[in-house]
């Protein structure tokens, strides 16, 4: 059990309830998610045949909102997947002060392998399966692992055709059907935002900072962008098949022109090849990942040589390399802090879509910043005052907010 994804992200829960001195009633209330479900999500496949997946919704913990969170396609998720991810998603909604719980969603299936009538078919069908717990007021959903746009409008559609027209049950959506501009870019802008806000507070500015980038879908592919927009270096990025990388920096618009969604960055003519490996032990200021979970682990956590890791994907790091990473002297960038700039853009989304207010991309942007500014203050501050790490003063933060409003409502 405690090898388990979800025990793993318990061990940090606990680590700050027991700094918060949490009650024993409530922390078990923390740990615990408020309702999971396992359904079937059956679909006619091109050639006729019935194929039969299974999907996932755990929402976590609702005392501060609706739940919230992203919905993942992967050939290997499973429920204690959506299950860790879920009770990462309470503590990063009340981290950056949003008005949400946390939940996330799974359907364990290789969008590649499927066509595009079948991914559309897969997402109805689970929609369909799950319509009943979610709702703008319940449970919204958004992008994640392997989902965009295309697959919001379709869990749109599926749950408006029920419910009527519902924009607000799902983030990440098409501008056309209620998305925002600036959702897209919002979770890599907050990572850049954020890896500059703890670069400031080491006396360190993000102009000339060395950084290499592992995972290249909508995070990666933007926190590259924007990182050398603002004058970083990139030197290595990578994605399933390997990498790329140039000491001197890779020309960032160059890859971006060829590394279009859906190429591989192996085939990609600019810098030199690298694999994933020897880019997580590259010398560089700032290591970022933003694949997958787990991508650092016991195993190859003493090969990283940046002293700065900011958390792009979630739960990049296993707890064993945590500690391996810290003992070294390495700081860590929690995902609940780093990567929060997508959730806080689909809040801004969620509220235009509530008052059918439009928003500018300036304002968006401007937003974004100052939540996750206050966001990173409130971090490091509790890290200073308790002499913590960001991630335990991170969970700190989050979960005091959780707490309380469980104490309010008279839940525990
Ligand atoms: N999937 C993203 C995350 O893990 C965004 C979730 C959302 O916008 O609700 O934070």
């Known amino acids: 059990m405690a090898s388990t994804f979800s025990a793993s992200v318990n061990q940090y829960v606990d680590r700050a309830a027991d700094l918060l001195g949490l009650e024993q009633d409530i922390r078990g209330l923390l740990a615990d998610p408020y309702r999971q479900i396992d359904v079937q999500v059956p679909i006619h496949a091109d050639d006729g045949s019935v194929h039969t997946f299974r999907g996932y919704r755990v929402q976590h913990n609702g005392a501060r909102g609706p739940f919230k969170g992203g919905l993942r396609f992967h050939p290997e998720t499973d429920l204690d997947e959506v299950r860790a991810l879920a009770s990462l998603m309470t503590w990063k909604s009340a981290l950056l002060d949003l008005p949400f719980g946390g939940a996330k969603g799974g359907v364990t299936i290789d969008p590649s392998s499927l066509s595009s009538r079948e991914l559309e078919a897969a997402t109805r069908s689970f929609t369909h399966a799950i319509s009943g717990i979610i709702g703008p007021n319940a449970d919204i959903l958004a992008p994640d692992v392997n989902t965009d746009a295309r697959v919001m409008g379709w869990v749109m559609d599926a749950y408006s055709s029920q419910a009527g027209w519902s924009p607000a049950v799902v983030t990440g959506k098409p501008l056309e059907l209620g998305g925002v501009p600036g959702r897209v870019e919002a979770t890599g802008r907050g990572v850049v935002s954020i890896t500059a806000s703890t670069l400031a507070a080491l006396g360190q500015a993000l102009t000339g900072r060395r950084l290499a980038v592992q995972g290249f879908g909508n995070v990666g592919r933007h926190v590259a962008q924007l990182a050398a927009e603002q004058g970083a270096v990139i030197v290595a990025v990578s994605d399933v098949s390997g990498g790329r990388c140039a000491p001197e920096g890779i020309d960032i618009p160059a890859l971006l022109a060829e590394a279009v969604p859906g190429v591989l960055l192996h085939e990609v003519p600019v810098g030199d090849a690298i694999t994933n490996d020897e880019l997580l032990g590259l010398e560089c200021d700032v290591l970022i990942p933003a694949a997958l979970e787990n991508a650092i682990d016991g195993t190859n956590a003493s090969a990283v040589r940046a002293p700065l890791v900011v ?72 890290h200073l005052e308790h002499q913590v790490d960001l991630r335990t003063a991170a969970y700190m933060v989050g979960m005091a907010r959780v707490a309380e409003a469980v104490r309010l409502r008279g839940l525990a």
Do not use: K, M
């Open 311 to 382: 958390e792009a994907a979630n739960h990049p790091i296993t707890p064993e390399a945590d500690v391996t990473l810290r003992d070294a002297g390495v700081t860590i960038v929690p995902d609940i802090l780093a990567n929060a700039g997508g959730v806080t853009g689909s809040y801004f989304e969620w509220t235009a879509n509530l008052t059918a207010f439009r928003w500018s991309e300036e304002r968006f942007n401007q937003e974004l910043l100052s939540f996750l500014g206050r966001a990173f203050e409130s971090v490091w501050v509790r």
